[in-house]
């Protein structure tokens, strides 16, 4: 199954909110003929639209080549949320990678948001950016493994802009009868995820990137130079990067042993009007401490965009309001009856150990993707680590890269079953909240 073309239609946009509100661009036309460049990015989402912008403004001639809509994907798709650290837990990967390099992907994190707001402030990307992220827990349990997260990233790293919230001032902050407390973390944001990657495509043509839309990657052939194969031509660079995702699909067997996509939902209610206080009282973003996670925030609009609920199998749901609905009215009992406007679903990626995968494919190849739900800042970071490996400064790409990557079990025939099983006990476990 082709995940390009099989819940969606070709360069079109999702009915989604995002899509319904985006900044107006025009399209990029497709690739026709043999073309030469020193570079050859593959993906026109966060990572592969953030490669080109920061190797063309270094100089280097760059081809950017998108089988839909740059944005199509989940960066066109997502929850929005700009979170703090890295996906795996702090405190797992200094167990996992020792102190010294623990430090430094701490520190990569906060480049990675200190990047995105810098990107939205140098290029004036009008993208709704907001401060604030609530992690709330379901438990007394759950809201003391908070707080000590939010003490331990204080006492070690110096982070200070996490406030813990007790019940009382979790529920004044979302008034969700599921939730007892947590925090607010401050230097994290939220955004319109569709327009910012507009924003960064808008700043990479100006920079003199060349977009072609519509234009799929068919293969890649590993030489030197490497050259990239379409329907409708090819193209030759000294650099090839490989920013996919969920949408890689054969495009590199390593890549794909260890990052696998799965689909996630989210829907935007109408207007709530008044009714916006029973579910935010501040306009920061919230995601929860359940294994199959809920997000969501406020719209510009005041609309809830809820995303949620498992789903397995690579087709979307025939209803996926009504798949969303259901966590969404966990969360908030008295949205039962209210009306959905907008649903829509996104191909995203994971690792086994929820940390992105980057990795030199090939002697002039690099991959990053598997951002596993954390992609705002992790992929556009990613991509300007790319573009300074092709550079020779390779440092953060290195950091991020000896980060043990497993493959799945199974293989490509079995790993999909697999997860099935885990997801199934793992959405049980929330459910019975153990």
């Known amino acids: 199954m082709n995940l390009l073309y099989s819940n969606d239609r070709k360069s079109e946009y999702p009915a989604s909110w995002y899509a319904a509100t985006a900044n107006q661009m025009d399209d990029f036309p497709a690739l026709s003929g043999d073309i030469k460049a020193d570079v050859c990015v593959v993906g026109g989402g966060y990572t592969g639209l953030s490669a080109a912008l920061h190797l063309a403004e270094a100089g280097l001639d760059v081809v950017l080549l998108e089988a839909h809509r740059v944005g199509f994907g989940a960066s066109g798709r997502n929850g929005g949320q700009l979170g703090s650290a890295q996906r795996m837990d702090q405190e797992d990967l200094e167990r996992l990678v020792g102190d010294d390099d623990a430090a430094k992907l701490w520190d990569l994190a906060e480049d990675a948001k200190d990047l995105v707001k810098s990107l939205i402030a140098k290029h004036q990307i009008d993208c709704d950016l907001k401060p604030g992220v609530a992690v709330l827990g379901l438990s007394k349990g759950e809201q003391q493994e908070l707080h000590e997260h939010a003490a331990h990233l204080s006492d070690r790293y110096g982070y200070d802009q996490m406030e813990v919230l007790d019940e009382g001032v979790g529920h004044a902050l979302c008034p969700s009868p599921a939730y007892r407390g947590g ?12 327009n910012f990657a507009l924003g960064l495509a808008q700043a990479a043509v100006k920079a003199g990137v060349r977009v072609y839309e519509g234009t799929e990657a ?10 990239v194969k379409t329907a409708q031509g090819t193209v030759t660079a000294d650099h090839v990067i490989l920013a996919c995702n969920g949408y890689l699909g054969d495009l590199n ?4 042993a260890r990052v696998m996509p799965i689909n996630n939902f989210i829907a935007a209610t109408e207007p709530l009007g008044a009714e916006t206080a029973k579910v935010l009282t501040l306009d920061v973003a919230v995601a929860d401490t359940k294994f199959v996670v809920n997000y969501f925030r406020l719209s510009a609009d005041g609309r809830l965009l809820f995303g949620g609920g498992e789903s397995y199998g690579y ?8 798949k969303v609905r259901k966590p969404m009215t966990e969360i908030f009992p008295h949205l039962r009856d209210v009306k959905i406007d907008y649903a829509w679903g996104g191909t995203l990626a994971i690792t086994m150990r929820r940390m992105p995968y980057l990795a030199r494919v090939a002697p002039n190849i690099l991959s990053a993707s598997g951002y596993s739900g954390h992609g ?4 556009t970071h990613a991509g300007q680590l790319m573009a300074l490996a092709i550079q020779g400064q390779a440092e953060g790409f290195d950091t991020m890269a000896r980060v043990p990557a ?4 199974g293989g490509p025939a ?3 079953p697999l997860l099935v099983l885990a997801m199934t006990w793992f959405a049980l476990r929330d459910r019975l909240g153990l």
């Open 406 to 409: 497993l493959p799945f079990p």
């Open 253 to 256: 067997r390593k890549v794909a």
């Open 315 to 322: 087709r979307f749901p025939s209803d996926i309001a009504a």
């Open 414 to 416: 079995l790993r999909s």
């Open 376 to 379: 705002v800042g992790t992929a």
């Open 218 to 227: 068919l293969g890649v052939e590993e030489t030197n130079p490497a050259v």
């Open 183 to 194: 925090y607010l973390d401050t230097g994290a944001a939220h955004l319109h995820p569709l």
